[in-house]
């Protein structure tokens, strides 16, 4: 991470950097210098969905994007207050699917999302187009053995619950 | 004609929101004697939220896709973020013996370290020009096509040294008899699962990237994966609407799959007025 010479390269090509508070060369910076709580309660480390275009455009191979997912880590372990609590639930629902069958089922986190964000009707259009399609099935498609995969999830709804 | 088996990693989307990618993908793998068995009772690999929340939980998601994978046969992808997350683990694995012990006590199965894991480009590629046009029956005369890769095959940084795919796609679709236009956004990520938080934004970065295919003449856009596929077509505010290919799809068309409804059936842009005139269907 010391390797970063602040040439801003990643902030250009990031497609989310409108929805940031600070640019990733701006974390890269907090990270840097020490600034551990600004980092860790940052809206960027949230928006970035690891499409990693800052990594491959960066001049001194830093994985942006893996530091990016590290704090998150960080973030919700250490309880830090955090601004995009809608961005985490949908994470944390995304589990929850994971934890009962294996596999997601995006019905199920869509409606479980919408109900705990309070907008109901949020893309119910889109939501109706989807299932007139087939793209949503009502029904997950899940793992037989389903044990093994839940039991990787219990130690963190210990830590995650809020 | 010689088979060739592979283990096939289908992953969520494949089997819920694209399942048009998975049913073509098996035409067309039918057709150039591709024999995929499904990977018994695999899970999610572990990629995007999992990974976000932890990266060891992501990691032993995808391990226990890798100890259910039998060594015989490389395992087949289609999906660009399941296999970078399951490549990602499968080096880790190759490079830490006692990383790899443990994940083997963790699900009481061997992992094998020789294990190969490949997408779906990779045995199309290798299978030769001259074994593509042999089985070419509906030739893609006219369609101009934008090969729009997303993000994630685009060499994130931990695979650097892996398979690299830019071209692959130009070069298979042209052999397809189809015309291929370059686009500036071919990387340009898609917006992922921003697409149900900000759709707003999200639709903003869909139209830069389908107006740029535009803005090249395309007739239609030709993604490798499903979250593309759909956000593209679902987020999207500009008129008029162009038709977004999974890339099985189109393949499987070329290939003389006779199928297709059931496939073009679920798009969100329908895709039988330019099929149509090009005279494909």
């Given at each position: 991470m010391n390797r970063c010479y602040f040439c801003k390269a990643c902030g250009s090509g990031c497609p989310f950097v409108s929805l940031m508070d600070f640019p990733p060369f701006g974390i890269i910076r907090l990270v840097q210098l020490g600034f551990r709580q600004e980092a860790l309660e940052s809206t960027a480390i949230w928006v970035c969905?690891?499409?990693?275009t800052c990594a491959s455009q960066c001049p001194n191979n830093i994985d942006i994007a893996a530091v990016m997912k590290a704090l998150c880590t960080l973030a919700l372990k250490e309880r830090a207050a955090i601004k995009e609590m809608d961005i985490i639930n949908f994470h944390l629902e995304v589990l929850r699917s994971l934890e009962r069958y294996g596999r997601t089922h995006k019905v199920g986190i869509l409606f479980r999302h919408n109900l705990l964000t309070g907008k109901?009707?949020?893309?119910l259009d889109v939501g109706l187009k989807l299932l007139s399609k087939r793209k949503l099935d009502l029904f997950p498609s899940r793992v037989e053995n389903r044990e093994e995969v839940s039991r990787l999830f219990r130690p963190y709804w210990k830590i995650y619950a809020r | 004609m010689e088979l060739i088996e592979y283990s096939y990693f289908p992953g969520c989307s494949m089997v819920t929101t694209s399942m048009e990618s998975n049913l073509s993908l098996m035409q067309a793998c039918q057709v150039l004697g591709l024999k995929l068995a499904e990977l018994e009772d695999w899970n999610c690999c572990g990629s995007s939220s999992a990974a976000i929340v932890d990266p060891k939980l992501g990691f032993n998601l995808a391990c226990r896709n890798l100890s259910l994978a039998s060594p015989e046969r490389p395992l087949l992808v289609v999906c660009p973020r399941c296999l970078h997350q399951l490549r990602q683990a499968h080096l880790k694995l190759k490079e830490n013996r006692q990383v790899r012990r443990a994940q083997e006590r963790r699900w009481n199965r061997p992992i094998s370290p020789d294990l190969e894991i490949v997408h779906f480009l990779e045995p199309v590629v290798k299978l030769g020009s001259r074994k593509l046009r042999q089985h070419l029956a509906r030739p893609l005369t006219g369609l101009k096509v934008a090969p729009y890769y997303g993000c994630?095959?685009?060499?994130p940084p931990a695979l650097r040294k892996q398979w690299y795919y830019l071209g692959e796609l130009e070069g298979i679709l042209r052999l397809l008899g189809a015309e291929t236009v370059s686009q500036g956004l071919m990387q340009r990520c898609c917006g992922s699962f921003l697409s149900v938080l900000r759709p707003t934004m999200v639709s903003e970065l869909v139209n830069q990237i389908i107006a740029s295919a535009l803005a090249s003449g395309a007739d239609c856009l030709v993604t490798v994966c499903a979250l593309c596929q759909l956000n593209l077509e679902m987020r999207t505010t500009l008129e008029p609407r162009l038709p977004i290919f999974h890339f099985s799809e189109i393949l499987a068309l070329a290939l003389g799959a006779a199928d297709y409804e059931d496939w073009f059936s679920r798009h969100l842009v329908d895709p039988h007025p330019l099929l149509g005139r090009r005279g494909l269907i």
């Open positions: 969905v690891n499409c990693n109901w009707f949020k893309d | 994630t095959l685009f060499r």
